[in-house]
Nanobody, 112 residues
Framework: QVQLVESGGGLVQPGGSLTLSCAAS????????MGWYRQAPGKERELVAT???????NYADSVKGRFTISRDNAKNTLYLQMNGLKPEDTAVYYC??????RGRGTQVTVSS
């Protein structure tokens, strides 16, 4: 059974940085397309970044140039480096596997 566990969320001031991690068990991330999406209260779910098994990345316009998705195949872990955080980035962030499997999420709050 595949399990994805996100970590690294927290409270950060505008302009700050956070790195989210998604540790996988029961599946090898390197052979899957993976992504991060976020869900804020009262807003639609937004897919913010994806990475293919071949390493190609794609980003939502709202985070392009600020967020970086990556993976460490040796650690079977997916990352989301977030720089230049804005209050509108506040949301619960989930990692998601190409078959729809997702973790329980980690809260990111950007506030002064």
């Amino acid at each position: 059974q595949v399990q994805l566990v996100e970590s690294g969320g927290g409270l950060v001031q505008p302009g700050g940085s956070l790195t989210l991690s998604c540790a996988a068990s029961g599946s090898i991330l390197s052979i899957n397309d993976m992504g991060w999406y976020r869900q804020a209260p009262g807003k639609e779910r937004e897919l913010v970044a994806t990475i293919t098994s071949g390493g190609s990345t794609n980003y939502a316009d709202s985070v392009k140039g600020r967020f970086t998705i990556s993976r460490d195949n040796a650690k079977n872990t997916l990352y989301l480096q977030m720089n230049g955080l804005k209050p509108e980035d506040t949301a619960v962030y989930y990692c998601v596997k190409d078959d729809g499997t997702r973790g329980r999420g980690t809260q990111v709050t950007v506030s002064s």
